[in-house]
């Protein structure tokens, strides 16, 4: 199922000013847009029989670049016989932290959520679906050098007085063929796949300065088989909500 999260035409110039360039001496680099880009996240696990649609229904976003998704594969279903290779720890705690805030009473996969609010209806969504624009109060800028990024993170009027962020490293076009579990026999194909989770702690943002984080992967190579993205998230640290995101391919 392909679909499509439309925004308001202010969202739309909007991410159309994330903008990505090359870099002359060989690095990359993307600028945010004047509001919020729609973040997708999803809590599936490859030992979940409810989660294949929702793996897919992820993968329907890969015709809109606007969309910041990521898949967070947990691991609390390995213990059903087959053991998720993309499950993570790291990504069953976050889902655990994210349940104070995202309105969800507990944890559950497939779990979607749409700009941080747990969205239990994403089965009914079907194209168009709007995605109301916010406004930003958080421009960022995303380089990348070598296997360094850079992401300077500059608030404006009305930025939230405490920021926090994450860098999320995905990949496309992974594919899992199940021998065990709930899924037994099945061929899972995956996108948005996170690799690597790393959260960011929360400051204070000056109002005349900028904050520059730094994140170097632990990941080796990207290969074009499965292309790779570098994500960052920034999140107003007491609602949790995103305030903007920006993500490199190159």
Known sequence: ???????????????????????PAG???????????PVVELYTSEGCSSCPPADRWLSGLTAQPEVVALAF?????DHLGWKDRF???????????????????????????????????????????????VASTVSVQLSR????????VRPAPGAPGRLAAYWAVTENRHVSTVKAGENQGATLAHDFVVH??????????????????GFSPALGASSAAHPRQVN???????S?????AVKLGC
């Open 240 to 244: 949790g909500r995103p305030v903007q």
């Open 232 to 238: 960052l998230v920034v999140v107003d640290a007491v």
């Open 27 to 37: 690095g990359c680099v993307a600028r945010s847009g004047t509001t919020t880009p």
């Open 1 to 23: 199922m392909t679909v499509r999260l439309l925004v308001t035409a202010a969202a739309a110039i909007g991410t159309a000013g994330a903008a990505l360039a090359a870099d």
């Open 196 to 213: 690597e989770y790393r959260p960011v702690p929360t400051w204070t943002p000056a109002s005349d300065g900028a904050q520059t984080l």
């Open 73 to 77: 594969h947990v691991d609390y279903w």
């Open 87 to 133: 499950g993570s720890a790291a990504h069953t705690e976050r889902q655990n932290q994210q349940q104070a805030v995202n309105g969800s009473r507990f944890s559950y996969t497939p779990q979607v959520t749409i700009n941080g609010v747990d969205s239990r209806q994403w089965q009914s969504l079907r194209p168009p679906v709007t995605v109301s624009a």
């Open 145 to 152: 050098d070598g296997e360094r990024y850079t992401a300077v």
